[in-house]
Protein backbone atom coordinates (compact mmCIF):
# COMPACT_ATOMS: atom_id res chain seq x y z
CA UNK A 1 0.00 0.00 0.00
CA UNK A 2 2.85 2.60 0.41
CA UNK A 3 4.37 2.18 -2.72
CA UNK A 4 1.08 2.57 -4.25
CA UNK A 5 0.97 5.71 -2.28
CA UNK A 6 4.50 6.83 -2.78
CA UNK A 7 4.13 6.72 -6.46
CA UNK A 8 1.80 9.59 -7.07
CA UNK A 9 4.23 12.19 -4.78
CA UNK A 10 7.17 10.66 -6.49
CA UNK A 11 5.89 11.52 -9.72
CA UNK A 12 5.09 15.09 -8.25
CA UNK A 13 8.87 15.22 -7.37
CA UNK A 14 10.05 14.53 -10.32
CA UNK A 15 7.87 16.81 -12.50
CA UNK A 16 8.09 19.31 -10.04
CA UNK A 17 9.99 18.98 -7.45
CA UNK A 18 8.71 22.08 -5.49
CA UNK A 19 5.46 23.25 -4.62
CA UNK A 20 6.45 27.07 -4.80
CA UNK A 21 7.30 26.10 -8.58
CA UNK A 22 4.32 24.90 -9.14
CA UNK A 23 1.81 27.42 -7.70
CA UNK A 24 4.08 30.27 -8.85
CA UNK A 25 4.10 29.42 -12.68
CA UNK A 26 0.80 28.61 -12.77
CA UNK A 27 -0.31 31.84 -11.24
CA UNK A 28 2.09 33.34 -14.00
CA UNK A 29 0.49 31.32 -16.81
CA UNK A 30 -3.03 32.64 -15.50
CA UNK A 31 -1.95 35.97 -15.10
CA UNK A 32 -0.94 36.18 -18.78
CA UNK A 33 -3.48 34.35 -20.05
CA UNK A 34 -5.77 36.53 -18.38
CA UNK A 35 -3.95 39.60 -19.43
CA UNK A 36 -3.69 38.70 -22.97
CA UNK A 37 -7.85 38.09 -22.95
CA UNK A 38 -8.61 41.07 -21.87
CA UNK A 39 -6.71 43.30 -24.07
CA UNK A 40 -4.88 45.11 -21.10
CA UNK A 41 -1.02 44.42 -22.55
CA UNK A 42 -1.15 45.00 -26.49
CA UNK A 43 2.35 43.91 -26.90
CA UNK A 44 3.19 40.38 -26.63
CA UNK A 45 6.39 40.96 -26.00
CA UNK A 46 5.59 42.78 -22.50
CA UNK A 47 3.47 39.24 -22.18
CA UNK A 48 6.76 37.31 -22.72
CA UNK A 49 8.89 39.91 -20.92
CA UNK A 50 6.60 39.56 -17.91
CA UNK A 51 5.98 35.84 -18.05
CA UNK A 52 10.08 35.49 -18.37
CA UNK A 53 10.70 38.05 -14.98
CA UNK A 54 7.81 35.94 -13.59
CA UNK A 55 9.24 32.28 -13.54
CA UNK A 56 12.96 34.06 -12.57
CA UNK A 57 11.00 34.92 -9.45
CA UNK A 58 9.38 31.95 -8.82
CA UNK A 59 12.72 29.82 -9.40
CA UNK A 60 14.77 33.05 -7.20
CA UNK A 61 12.35 31.98 -4.27
CA UNK A 62 12.53 28.68 -4.67
CA UNK A 63 16.31 28.63 -4.38
CA UNK A 64 16.36 31.36 -1.66
CA UNK A 65 13.99 29.12 0.26
CA UNK A 66 16.51 25.81 -0.34
CA UNK A 67 19.27 27.55 0.49
CA UNK A 68 17.85 28.33 4.32
CA UNK A 69 18.57 26.56 7.03
CA UNK A 70 15.51 24.34 7.83
CA UNK A 71 14.05 24.35 11.64
CA UNK A 72 13.52 20.91 12.98
Known sequence: ?????????????FFVGD?????????FFILIGA???????????????????GILATLGLSLWRETQPHKS
Not at 1 to 13: D, E, H
Not at 19 to 27: N, R
Open 19 to 27: PILLTGTLA
Open 35 to 53: LARTGLARAPLALGAILIL
Open 1 to 13: MQNILGFPRAVYN
